[in-house]
């Protein structure tokens, strides 16, 4: 039996939800610090590449924050299709999206194909540990109030996962890794409203679609406190907010190439001993 394509597949995200989570937050001021984050280590990173980028693309949900940051860069929506145009990029930047993507290949198959030969890819999102210890806490919780379980936080990929995504882009030279932040809340209220503020809100198609009972949400807040306090402040809690960030670069015949099995001109061994030597 064949595997199901991306388009047979049930859809991750609602759309619609998502689209009205992101308008919401944008009305009321945007809690952009994890896109601050997120910008402020791409541009340290552009930064130390010892060339210019004349024809940036920015893949986003949210436009007005990374047009300020870019303001040379074309907007381009992160819609299951993306607006770009094959070959016309030398950098494209997929920022804090790829985690609502229901194909996250096909967006970065989609950047890839908008590079010019040796254009570079970026792409940022949360993963690894992110949220991990509330999606653990909420799961608990309906699990002993209610019997049932429902998806409350979005799944995030881990960043080996992620990092092979590039390769099956047909992106070289594939880096993937991660930036950690932790942070600390006053309870379960404060950070859930801090994820609305953020846009990231429970947007999955298959979302709870009445409203979530209290003694549900105070059962999870008491795992939060007892299994996540906050080290500084144990009266708060603590959550985890991993960035994973994803680079490649559209081939070139001027790349560094790997070398050919078994094309060596030194026994491994032999380099050991030489290191030993040294020290």
Same mark, same amino acid.
């Given at each position: 039996?064949?595997?199901?394509?991306?388009?047979?597949?049930?859809?991750? #995200?609602?759309?619609?939800?998502?689209?009205?989570?992101?308008?919401?937050?944008?009305?009321?001021?945007?809690?952009?610090?994890?896109?601050?984050?997120?910008?402020?280590?791409?541009?340290?990173?552009?930064?130390?590449?010892? &060339?210019?980028? #004349?024809?940036?693309?920015?893949?986003?949900?949210?436009?007005?924050?990374?047009?300020?940051?870019?303001?040379?860069?074309?907007?381009?929506?992160?819609?299951?299709?993306?607006?770009?145009?094959?070959?016309?990029?030398?950098?494209?930047?997929?920022?804090?999206?790829?985690?609502?993507?229901?194909?996250?290949?096909?967006?970065?198959?989609?950047?890839?194909?908008?590079?010019?030969?040796?254009?570079?890819?970026?792409?940022?999102?949360?993963?690894?540990?992110?949220?991990?210890? /509330?999606?653990?806490?909420?799961?608990?919780?309906?699990?002993?109030?209610?019997?049932? /379980?429902?998806?409350?936080?979005?799944?995030?990929?881990?960043?080996?996962?992620?990092?092979?995504?590039?390769?099956?882009?047909?992106?070289?030279?594939?880096?993937?890794?991660?930036?950690?932040? &932790?942070?600390?809340? &006053?309870?379960?209220?404060? /950070?859930?409203?801090?994820?609305?503020?953020?846009?990231?809100?429970?947007?999955?198609?298959?979302?709870?679609?009445?409203?979530?009972?209290?003694?549900?949400?105070?059962?999870?807040?008491?795992?939060?406190?007892?299994?996540?306090?906050?080290?500084?402040?144990?009266?708060?809690?603590?959550?985890?907010?991993?960035?994973?960030?994803?680079?490649?670069?559209?081939?070139?015949?001027?790349?560094?190439?790997?070398?050919?099995?078994?094309?060596? #001109?030194?026994?491994?061994?032999?380099?050991?001993?030489?290191?030993?030597?040294?020290?």
């Amino acid at each position: 039996m064949n595997a199901p394509s991306a388009s047979d597949r049930p859809a991750l #995200t609602d759309r619609r939800a998502l689209t009205r989570q992101r308008r919401r937050a944008m009305r009321a001021g945007h809690a952009d610090v994890l896109h601050r984050l997120a910008a402020d280590e791409i541009q340290d990173r552009l930064a130390e590449i010892k &060339r210019s980028f #004349t024809r940036p693309a920015i893949v986003t949900g949210f436009p007005d924050f990374w047009a300020a940051r870019f303001p040379d860069a074309k907007i381009v929506a992160d819609d299951p299709v993306l607006d770009l145009e094959p070959g016309a990029h030398d950098l494209v930047i997929h920022a804090m999206a790829l985690h609502w993507a229901d194909d996250p290949v096909g967006q970065m198959v989609h950047s890839a194909r908008a590079l010019r030969q040796d254009g570079l890819f970026i792409g940022v999102c949360p993963g690894g540990q992110t949220l991990s210890g /509330l999606r653990a806490a909420l799961a608990a919780a309906e699990a002993e109030i209610t019997g049932g /379980l429902s998806p409350r936080v979005l799944p995030m990929g881990e960043i080996r996962d992620m990092g092979a995504l590039l390769g099956r882009a047909g992106l070289a030279l594939p880096v993937a890794d991660l930036v950690s932040q &932790r942070a600390s809340y &006053r309870d379960l209220i404060h /950070l859930a409203r801090d994820l609305r503020a953020m846009g990231e809100g429970n947007a999955m198609a298959a979302r709870l679609r009445r409203p979530t009972r209290r003694a549900v949400l105070a059962r999870a807040g008491a795992i939060m406190a007892e299994h996540h306090p906050d080290r500084d402040d144990p009266s708060r809690i603590a959550v985890t907010f991993d960035l994973v960030f994803l680079t490649g670069w559209a081939p070139a015949p001027s790349q560094p190439k790997p070398l050919r099995p078994g094309s060596a #001109t030194t026994l491994l061994a032999d380099a050991l001993n030489e290191i030993r030597k040294k020290t």
